[in-house]
């Protein structure tokens, strides 16, 4: 987490377990119940996936909270079952068991995103409109769309209302759109989605983009008080480097993960105990 002239810009990867860091980023022979702990000794936040599929098990989110520092935030997304098999409707039960699992990490609780897919156009706009009343005010709430049909001055205005936050947002099927609807500014960079079958290296290179998107995170650091930023490894290849590359194009502090690492000899005597 850094503090930039007027808000806290937060950078973290789209996930952390994915196998192929072991070696990369994680410590040579980690197990995945290492993962975590380790990650959030070089990242302040990371977005959690898994929520997507399935509201997950008390003591797994209890698992969460005790595995990482105070400072560490998650953000999560919000079940599909909600957002894409019933389009925000007759939802109220699910959304409350979600949100109540969600609260047991407290402080370390960051934004919901509520991601919509591609088939979810203005079309449904009366479910929107149904659904946010819904959202409680103790949680923030990102909304990403995945339709053009979306971007409109009338519906930023309807985010505002409800302190929603505009996903921005760089994949390969929509041109981003830089919008701002609450007190803080949420970036995904998602890439082209399975592009690399191994997720272990940089394998396109986006310094460009990623120069552009500096500036634009500078800009709204400007006017927010707070800036998530979530790369997925489709991205470039390989998260942990494309979030290392933004860092120094912002300027900000980085963590070399490899120094984290134990030492070899270390290793080969907690495999012989």
Same mark, same amino acid.
């Given at each position: 987490?850094?503090?930039?002239?007027?808000?806290?810009?937060?950078?973290?990867?789209?996930?952390?377990?994915?196998?192929? *860091?072991?070696?990369?980023?994680?410590?040579?022979?980690?197990?995945?119940?290492?993962?975590?702990?380790? @990650?959030?000794? &070089?990242?302040?936040?990371? %977005?959690?996936?898994?929520?997507?599929?399935?509201?997950?098990?008390?003591?797994?989110?209890?698992s /969460?909270?005790?595995?990482?520092?105070?400072?560490?935030?998650?953000?999560?997304?919000?079940?599909?079952?909600?957002?894409?098999?019933?389009?925000?409707?007759?939802?109220?039960?699910?959304?409350?068991?979600? !949100?109540?699992r969600?609260?047991?990490?407290?402080?370390?609780?960051?934004?919901?995103?509520?991601?919509?897919?591609?088939?979810?156009?203005?079309?449904?706009?009366?479910?929107?409109?149904s659904?946010?009343?819904?959202?409680?005010?103790?949680?923030?709430?990102?909304?990403?769309?995945?339709? %053009?049909? /979306?971007?409109?001055?009338?519906?930023?205005?309807? !985010?505002?209302?409800?302190?929603?936050? /505009?996903?921005?947002?760089?994949?390969?099927?929509?041109?981003?759109? &830089?919008?701002?609807?609450?007190?803080?500014? @949420?970036?995904?960079?998602v890439?082209?989605?399975? %592009?690399?079958?191994?997720?272990?290296?940089?394998?396109?290179?986006?310094?460009?983009?990623?120069?552009? /998107?500096?500036?634009?995170?500078?800009?709204?650091?400007?006017?927010?008080?707070?800036?998530?930023?979530?790369?997925?490894?489709?991205?470039?290849?390989?998260?942990?480097?494309?979030?290392?590359?933004?860092?120094? !194009?912002?300027?900000?502090?980085?963590?070399?993960p490899?120094?984290? *690492?134990?030492?070899?000899?270390?290793?080969? %005597?907690?495999? &012989?105990?």
């Amino acid at each position: 987490m850094v503090e930039a002239k007027t808000g806290t810009i937060l950078l973290g990867a789209q996930g952390f377990s994915p196998q192929d *860091w072991v070696g990369t980023f994680y410590p040579p022979q980690s197990s995945p119940s290492q993962f975590l702990p380790f @990650y959030a000794r &070089v990242y302040d936040t990371v %977005e959690v996936n898994s929520t997507f599929y399935a509201i997950p098990a008390a003591s797994t989110v209890r698992s /969460w909270l005790h595995r990482t520092p105070p400072n560490f935030l998650f953000a999560c997304k919000m079940p599909q079952e909600i957002t894409h098999d019933h389009r925000l409707l007759a939802i109220e039960e699910r959304l409350a068991d979600f !949100l109540d699992r969600m609260r047991i990490l407290g402080d370390k609780l960051g934004p919901v995103a509520i991601q919509f897919p591609r088939s979810f156009t203005r079309r449904y706009e009366d479910n929107l409109r149904s659904f946010l009343p819904l959202l409680p005010k103790d949680i923030r709430f990102v909304a990403e769309f995945r339709s %053009e049909s /979306w971007n409109d001055a009338e519906v930023f205005d309807l !985010l505002g209302e409800f302190d929603v936050a /505009w996903c921005i947002n760089d994949w390969q099927d929509l041109p981003p759109v &830089v919008e701002t609807t609450t007190d803080f500014a @949420y970036l995904r960079l998602v890439g082209f989605h399975r %592009e690399f079958q191994a997720l272990d290296r940089v394998q396109r290179d986006r310094s460009d983009e990623l120069t552009s /998107w500096a500036s634009t995170i500078r800009h709204l650091a400007s006017r927010l008080p707070r800036i998530y930023v979530y790369v997925n490894n489709h991205y470039e290849g390989h998260a942990p480097a494309t979030i290392n590359r933004l860092a120094n !194009l912002l300027d900000l502090p980085t963590v070399d993960p490899k120094s984290l *690492w134990p030492d070899q000899a270390t290793i080969f %005597e907690d495999q &012989v105990e």
